[in-house]
Nanobody, 127 residues
Framework: QLRLVESGGGVVQPGGSLRLSCSTP????????VGWYRQAPGKEREEVSC???????YYRDSVKGRFTISRDSTRKTVYLQMNNLKPEDTAVYYC?????????????????????WGQGTQVTVSS
C-alpha cells in the first residue's frame, strides 16, 4: 500500500475554484489508477473522479464540466481542478490509488475499488 497525501482544500465562495493535489512521498503515481472521493457529514462516501494509469478518466455526473482530473508531467502528482464550486460540493475529499492491471477506471471508480487511501482534505463552499 502507498501512503497518500492530499492537499489544496480550503474555504471558497460559491462559483470559486480549488485545486486538490494527491501524491505519495518518494514514489510515483504513474503506474497506478488514482481516484478522488468525498464524504459530506451524514452522507455516504461517493466517487468524484478517477484517472487510470493510461490516463483514461471517469467523472460522476454532478461534476462533469466543472471538475478536471489530471497528472503532472512527472506523474508523481494527481490533481483535481474544481471550478464553479457549489455548496453541495462541501465535503472531506480523499484520494485513493491501486494498480489497474486488467481493470478500467469505469469499473474501479464507482465501487471505490482502491487499496490505498489518504487522510483527506476539507473543502467548504460557503458564502
Amino acid at each position: 500500500q502507498l501512503r497518500l497525501v492530499e492537499s489544496g482544500g480550503g474555504v471558497v465562495q460559491p462559483g470559486g475554484s480549488l485545486r486538490l493535489s494527491c501524491s505519495t512521498p518518494g514514489f510515483t503515481l504513474g503506474p497506478y489508477a488514482v481516484g478522488w472521493y468525498r464524504q459530506a457529514p451524514g452522507k455516504e462516501r461517493e466517487e468524484v473522479s478517477c484517472i487510470g494509469s493510461k490516463d483514461d478518466t471517469y467523472y460522476r455526473d454532478s461534476v462533469k464540466g466543472r471538475f478536471t482530473i489530471s497528472r503532472d508531467s512527472t506523474r508523481k502528482t494527481v490533481y483535481l481542478q474544481m471550478n464553479n464550486l457549489k455548496p453541495e460540493d462541501t465535503a472531506v475529499y480523499y484520494c485513493a490509488s491501486d494498480p489497474d492491471v486488467y481493470r478500467t477506471v469505469q469499473e474501479m471508480c464507482p465501487g471505490a475499488d482502491f487499496g490505498s487511501w489518504g487522510q483527506g482534505t476539507q473543502v467548504t463552499v460557503s458564502s
